[in-house]
T-cell receptor
Framework: EAGVVQSPRYKIIEKKQPVAFWCNPI?????LYWYRQNLGQGPELLIR????????DSQLPKDRFSAERLKGVDSTLKIQPAELGDSAVYLC????????????FGPGTRLTVL | AQTVTQSQPEMSVQEAETVTLSCTYD???????LFWYKQPPSRQMILVIR??????QNATENRFSVNFQKAAKSFSLKISDSQLGDTAMYFC?????????????FGEGTQLTVNP
């Protein structure tokens, strides 16, 4: 069974440029998560989807970040415009329905903003 | 809000020996889960072990076991017979028990190095 797929693995951009990350969850997983992991820290949730619906986006900086999950499968996270402080690893995870459904993580996208 | 604290930024152990990683948490929830995740340099987060708060028995997975002290809000990970492949960043994480998926709240991590 294929795991969570993310692309690109690495991205280097200049500040004020837009950037987008893509995630394909494990087949059949209805819950999808985007986490941000700053250097030397643990991941923090940005947004959680149940199928197509964003059910927890309280930590998403909505002035510059946006996300979508069309058809309840793939998801895209966008930053526009990027700032220096956005440099981090962006992790996508997915889980199946259930009280504690194990979250399976992708390899992440390392973003560097110059 | 929940908080998770890992007070050991770095630890090292000799191959085949035993090491214990510490974690404390703070919550007002009664129904929750605790996890230890491993993150090697590849960045892939891998679940090592989980503990349901309502279970008194400590979870065990092969060489990995936990010491769950609910009253003290402590959740330590013991790795027995350490192997070189155990070298990684280890994160303690908390999740509220809900009917469906919930966010994981992670600690700051402990970098474990297993020396030959």
């Amino acid at each position: 069974e294929a795991g969570v797929v993310q692309s690109p693995r690495y991205k280097i951009i200049e500040k004020k440029q837009p950037v987008a990350f893509w995630c394909n969850p494990i087949s059949g997983h209805n819950t999808l998560y985007w986490y941000r992991q700053n250097l030397g820290q643990g991941p923090e949730l940005l947004i959680r989807y149940e199928n197509e619906e964003a059910v927890d986006d309280s930590q998403l900086p909505k002035d510059r970040f946006s996300a979508e999950r069309l058809k309840g499968v793939d998801s895209t996270l966008k930053i526009q415009p990027a700032e220096l402080g956005d440099s981090a690893v962006y992790l996508c995870a997915s889980s199946s329905y259930g009280p504690w459904g194990e979250q399976f993580f992708g390899p992440g996208t390392r973003l560097t903003v110059l | 809000a929940q908080t998770v604290t890992q007070s050991q930024p770095e630890m090292s152990v000799q191959e085949a020996e035993t090491v214990t990683l510490s974690c404390t948490y703070d919550t007002s929830e009664n129904n929750y889960y605790l996890f230890w995740y491993k993150q090697p340099p590849s960045r892939q987060m891998i679940l090592v072990i989980r503990q349901e708060a309502y279970k008194q028995q400590n979870a065990t997975e092969n060489r990995f076991s936990v010491n769950f002290q609910k009253a003290a809000k402590s959740f330590s990970l013991k790795i027995s017979d350490s192997q070189l492949g155990d070298t990684a960043m280890y994160f303690c994480a908390f999740m509220k028990g809900e009917t469906s998926g919930s966010r994981l709240t992670f600690g700051e991590g402990t970098q474990l190095t297993v020396n030959p």
